[in-house]
């Protein structure tokens, strides 16, 4: 029997960390991932962490493309199951999957045909790290469907207030990938060594196992998924109202890979081995962002529910212990980041010249942990309550201002520290201008609704 959690009544701190916690571990399984791969592509050396990290930004990307289907659709169906309109959140569903589907091919399409010229970009200026980087990409753009699929099948059992079974269904595929990868990536029995392309493989067989025990959860779902009809006559109407409510978010979602290709770029000019130092220190520091995505997407759900209902109290109590949360998870991250970073670094590549690199990128990003969690939650909440072009403009404006920021500090005595520190100074700012400007927002909204119970 599924145990599903009512967001409109009880306590607001049991709610959320009943929602959020397998959130938060479904979330740091998705990392675990891509954590697996950098831990047995680091003993092949810098250049097959480089190679797979370049193409892994893709794989960032797609969570951007994604949005456009899965920011709207999960608002939308929040709003009607919180008014008690299962029939139309279910029309919604329907609508951000058929769209997810489209989206999820052509962007498949494009990994695939145009993989060299994606990988030209960055300039790697190895051969073999070139050509481990595109066999990685391709094979990964081949299983984009999937990485769809399971994304927004886990938005939506959660706005549902069923947090679980996409935590039991992912873990299952990374069992299946960290049994996979060193099969793969070094060979065993008739299976030859794959390198960096046996990761691709690897990851795409447990995305497999994912998205199938998905699809059986929704064909067994008695709540949402009964009415959905997948095959039925796209309704552009709603496909459109997703669209336009998601793609702030998707816009800001998708700016910040794109961002960080450019930073990419500019962190070649210092070699392959800075690009494998930024690979394996975003994927450390990712312990404390995918944190803050899981409790933002239990936030968003949470909001939803309650702003359907026109519970408003509630939709305040709910930030402000959600703000609290991620304050001290923000904080613990800093010191782990901070005072750890010599042996959580080894742990990845162990030689010690592009350990002493890996240091300081790790401390420098650890100053902006707090405000990054912030950041992360808020636009979750921003989302919820059907406000999504605020904080994408917010931490656009913010997120573009690295590449000049990270260009003037590389002219300075701080060389490549200087792009550790842009994206560092970047972070605080937008969780700083994030948190004032959803304060505002909640004064409106009480404001309005003093002014609507007055009129009547």
Known sequence: MEKRIDFLSGSIGSTLLRLALPLMATSLIQMAYNMTDMIWIGRLGAGAVAAVGVAGMFNWLSTGLVTMARTGGQVRVGHRLGAGNVKEAAQYAQSALQLCLFLSVVYSAVLLVFAPQLIEFFQLSQPKVIADAQAYLRI???????????QIMTSFLTVTGNSRTPFYINAVGLVANIILDPLFIFGFGPVPAMGAAGAGVATVTGQFLVAAQFLVAALKDKHL????????????????DIFRLSLPAAFQNMLFPLIAMVISRMVAAFGDDAIAVQKVGSQIESVSWVIADGFSV??????????????????KKGFFTALTFMSGWGIFTTFLLYFCAVPIFRIFIPDPSVTSMGVDYLQIISYSQMFMCWQIMIVGAFAGLGHTLTPAVVCGVFSAARIPMAMVLTTTALGLCGIWWSLSISSMAQGIFCLILFLFLLKKLYAQQAAFSSSH
């Open 140 to 150: 990964i753009g081949a299983g984009m469907p999937l990485v769809f699929f399971t």
């Open 225 to 240: 998924f009964c009415h959905v009809r997948f095959f039925s006559r796209p309704d552009f109407g709603k496909i459109g």
């Open 298 to 315: 239990a936030v968003n759900s949470f909001m939803a529910q309650n702003w359907g209902a026109r519970n408003i109290h509630r939709v």
